[in-house]
């Protein structure tokens, strides 16, 4: 007879890992994309513009970034974030063009309880969000009841990641 703590402990253990950053981008960019990855450190100037641009505090300044290739050409670049949702932290990437253009955010790793993570149709509205997008809750975002919390996490990390991008550029 198997314990009965495992019927408890096992599902929710699923929910940690769910797709790794490197097959999320190629879901977005295809198979024949060449996915690199990368950390970068941000000088004093870049967080500083990071953090006013997109109105939020980084804890670090050093990102995590997947670059993805085609044909020896970038087609995108992925920043991966580690974002407090309501009291354990789900880790994010968020997908962008050349020109800043939000591609795609895609959940890789969530370690709430499943209900609080947003339904893949709460993250279509990323998807091909153009650089002009403010990517702020309750005005171009969705609220999400019952998920307010991990929806504005996700959405203030989407600035994030696109000031990230924006600072890294030369």
Do not use: C
């Not at 097959?23 to 690199?36: C, P, Y």
């Not at 006013?52 to 992925?78: D, P, Q």
């Not at 962008?96 to 253009?101: A, G, R, V």
């Not at 969000?129 to 991990?150: F, H, P, Y």
């Amino acid at each position: 007879m198997k314990p009965l703590w495992m019927l408890f402990v096992l599902p929710f253990s699923l929910f940690a890992a769910m797709i790794t950053p490197h097959e999320a981008m190629q879901a977005h960019l295809g198979a024949d994309a060449v996915i690199t990855k990368e950390s970068a450190m941000l000088t004093p100037a870049q967080l500083q513009a990071v953090e006013t641009r997109s109105g939020m505090k980084l804890e670090s300044k050093i990102v995590r970034l997947f670059s993805a290739t085609r044909g020896g050409k970038e087609v995108a670049k992925g920043v991966l974030l580690s974002r407090l949702m309501r009291t354990k932290n789900a880790v994010i990437l968020y997908l962008f063009t050349p020109d800043l253009t939000l591609k795609a955010a895609e959940a890789v790793a969530f370690n709430e309880p499943p209900e609080y993570l947003p339904s893949d149709a709460w993250f279509d509205q990323f998807d091909d969000a153009n650089r002009s997008r403010e990517l702020r809750m309750g005005k171009d975002v969705t609220a999400i009841t019952g998920a307010t919390l991990s929806a504005r996490s996700i959405s203030d990390g989407a600035r994030v990641a696109r000031e990230i991008i924006r600072a890294l550029q030369p």
